[in-house]
């Protein structure tokens, strides 16, 4: 079973910076790609950002040029670096992996940013 824990969540300004970082209990070279999305209150998730396991990325036109996707697979970890943070982004931020072998998604229990002044 794959489990996939986030941090990093909290309250920042508008024009602040947050990192997201999802720790995977398995190899991620074994994930064909990780992601992150995220829900705001009363919409549907969405989707933010991925990075396959060849490093291709790909973000939500929304958030280009602020937010950046990486791993780190020394760690098994993906890391979501937000910059220039907007109200709008206040959301639960749900890091998903989907695995090589059968394509099955996992997610993690999400972590809650709320960007307000």
């Known amino acids: 079973q794959v489990q996939l824990v986030e941090s990093g969540g909290g309250l920042v300004q508008p024009g602040g910076s947050l990192k997201l970082s999802c720790a995977a209990s398995v190899s991620i070279f074994t994930m064909y790609t990780m992601g992150w999305y995220r829900q705001a209150p009363g919409k549907q998730r969405e989707l933010v950002a991925t990075?396959?396991?060849?490093?291709?990325?790909n973000y939500a036109d929304s958030v280009k040029g602020r937010f950046t996707i990486s791993r780190d697979n020394a760690k098994n970890t993906v890391h979501l670096q937000m910059n220039s943070l907007k109200p709008e982004d206040t959301a639960v931020y749900y890091c998903?992996?989907?695995?090589?072998?059968?394509?099955?998604?996992?997610w993690g229990q999400g972590t809650q940013v709320t960007v307000s002044s």
């Open positions: 990075i396959t396991v060849r490093g291709s990325t």
């Open positions: 998903n992996g989907q695995r090589t072998m059968d394509l099955n998604n996992y």
